[in-house]
């Protein structure tokens, strides 16, 4: 299947700080993307919706300028973390796919914040 | 987001035994219905899914019964394997496109 890259796969940071992380479709172009975040032995929550070119659409409750998100080109999408606080820290997955394939997904990111 | 009731929400079975998961769903909208697997620190991969114009569909090991007017599918795993041990999610949608919003997930552990 499709592969689909995020980097890195564990970070950790200070708080107060930012921290992006990159999601990329390797094979494919990913007109759509999605953000989500899973607690431990918990569900994956959607985080936020966007299209390559246009703003992410944000779901209910998830502070945008909290976590800034950017679909600058078909392969990549980044979300940003900023002014990161413990609470943060979390495992944040990114998906990936356009109008012919399924979503594929990322490996994941987990992100201690200290 | 939670639009799906998924039971049970953890499972232990014998190997070589028949893993049953199910998925409850209010939304007569959803036209596709997959299920995902997930292994811990892993990204979710998408593990087989049914549309409504059939009520099952069988891949190796893995089934899928879907009930149109229970608005309930589950997902079968048979002659379960150790290596099935890994977390599983329904996400019905209403069409391939739509976002995906993931029911609370089933731990299965199969023991060896």
């Known amino acids: 299947g499709a592969v689909v890259s995020q980097h890195p796969s564990r970070v950790i940071c200070k708080s107060g700080t930012s921290v992006k992380i990159e999601c990329r479709s390797l094979?494919?172009?990913?007109?759509?993307m999605f953000w989500y975040r899973q607690f431990p032995k918990k569900s994956l929550m959607l985080m936020a919706t966007s299209n390559e070119g246009s703003k992410a659409t944000y779901e209910q409750g998830v502070e945008k300028d909290k976590f800034l998100i950017n679909h600058a080109s078909l392969t990549l999408s980044t979300l940003t973390v900023t002014s990161a606080h413990p609470e943060d820290s979390s495992f944040y997955i990114c998906?990936?796919?356009?109008?012919?394939?399924?979503?594929?997904f990322g490996q994941g990111t987990r992100l201690t914040v200290v | 987001q939670q639009q799906v009731k998924q039971s049970p929400q953890s499972l232990i079975v014998q190997k070589g035994g028949i893993s049953i998961i199910n998925c409850a769903y209010e939304n007569t909208a959803f036209d596709y219905f997959p299920w995902y697997q997930q292994f811990p620190g892993k990204g979710p991969a998408l593990l087989i899914a049914i549309r409504p114009d059939v009520s099952e569909k069988k891949e190796g090991r893995f089934t899928i019964s879907f009930n149109k007017s229970a608005k309930q599918f589950s997902l079968h795993i048979m002659d379960s394997q150790p290596g099935d041990s890994a977390t599983y999610f329904c996400?019905?949608?209403?069409?391939?496109?739509?976002?995906?919003?993931f029911g609370k997930g089933t731990r299965l552990h199969i023991l060896p």
């Open positions: 996400a019905p949608m209403r069409g391939r496109d739509d976002k995906i919003i």
């Open positions: 094979d494919f172009q990913a007109t759509t």
């Open positions: 998906s990936a796919r356009n109008l012919n394939t399924e979503a594929f």
